[in-house]
């Protein structure tokens, strides 16, 4: 008897931790922040599928950082008024820097492909393999592309750069960037990305989520 009593409860506790573990996931979500605003609203912004490719630069210089980035931002407003929901959502860094040899960091960030909201199609650029960080996302793209270009200062010292900003409504939507290259350049030492994304509501509200530090050395 004490023998099957084991079994059975060994046999409760196994069902009990699958019910326990069976649960809503998120495949691909990174980080995200949620924020009661003041109009009652709960406003999330997420971040999805980040991946920062730091790669040899071009130009040879010790000094030069360069990456390409792809990822994924997306916001959800829940709560009564939802639906009339404005604003905007901006992505971009934080850039953390030891010191710079002599002269301000320049930092130089160009996208290609964004790609923003949408149902079932994928925006394929210049007749490349679709890329499946943008499926769902609408066609033609938002931006034909964005570049910016911001010096950063002498060193050390950690900078916030918004690489772009678009102008969302309704209760979701997102937006996807693939390829993105970003380069920083006079900078010594080793240089990390801590990339973000940001939710500002026409109110003023805002929530912003930080991704993990990527280190371009």
């Given at each position: 008897?004490?023998?099957?009593?084991?079994?059975?409860?060994?046999?409760?506790?196994?069902?009990?931790?699958?019910?326990?573990?069976?649960?809503?996931?998120?495949?691909?979500?990174?980080?995200?922040?949620?924020?009661?605003?003041?109009?009652?609203?709960?406003?999330?912004?997420?971040?999805?599928?980040?991946?920062?490719?730091?790669?040899?630069?071009?130009?040879?210089?010790?000094?030069?950082?360069?990456?390409?980035?792809?990822?994924?931002?997306?916001?959800?407003?829940?709560?009564?008024?939802?639906?009339?929901?404005?604003?905007?959502?901006?992505?971009?860094?934080?850039?953390g820097f030891?010191?710079?040899?002599?002269?301000?960091?320049?930092?130089?960030?160009?996208?290609?492909?964004?790609?923003?909201?949408?149902?079932?199609?994928?925006?394929?650029?210049?007749?490349?393999?679709?890329?499946?960080l943008l499926?769902?996302?609408?066609?033609?793209?938002?931006?034909?592309?964005?570049?910016?270009?911001?010096?950063?200062?002498?060193?050390?010292?950690?900078?916030?750069?918004?690489?772009?900003?678009?102008?969302?409504?309704?209760?979701?939507?997102?937006?996807?960037?693939?390829?993105?290259?970003?380069?920083v350049t006079?900078?010594?030492?080793?240089?990390?990305?801590?990339?973000?994304?940001?939710?500002?509501?026409?109110?003023?509200?805002?929530?912003?989520?930080?991704?993990?530090?990527?280190?371009?050395?």
């Amino acid at each position: 008897m004490k023998a099957i009593s084991r079994v059975l409860i060994a046999l409760v506790a196994a069902i009990a931790g699958l019910f326990a573990s069976t649960g809503t996931s998120n495949a691909g979500l990174d980080n995200e922040l949620s924020l009661l605003d003041g109009q009652g609203r709960t406003l999330t912004i997420q971040q999805h599928d980040t991946y920062l490719n730091g790669v040899f630069p071009l130009d040879r210089n010790r000094l030069s950082r360069e990456w390409f980035h792809s990822g994924k931002a997306t916001y959800i407003v829940a709560g009564e008024g939802a639906d009339e929901f404005e604003g905007s959502l901006e992505l971009g860094y934080q850039v953390g820097f030891p010191w710079s040899l002599g002269v301000g960091i320049n930092f130089s960030y160009t996208t290609p492909n964004i790609a923003f909201d949408g149902l079932d199609s994928t925006f394929v650029p210049d007749g490349e393999n679709a890329n499946p960080l943008l499926e769902g996302i609408q066609t033609p793209p938002l931006f034909p592309g964005v570049s910016i270009s911001a010096d950063l200062g002498n060193g050390p010292g950690i900078q916030e750069v918004a690489t772009f900003s678009v102008d969302v409504e309704g209760a979701d939507g997102s937006v996807a960037v693939s390829n993105a290259h970003g380069t920083v350049t006079g900078a010594a030492g080793g240089v990390l990305l801590r990339p973000f994304a940001r939710l500002i509501a026409s109110t003023g509200d805002s929530v912003t989520t930080y991704g993990e530090a990527w280190n371009m050395n």
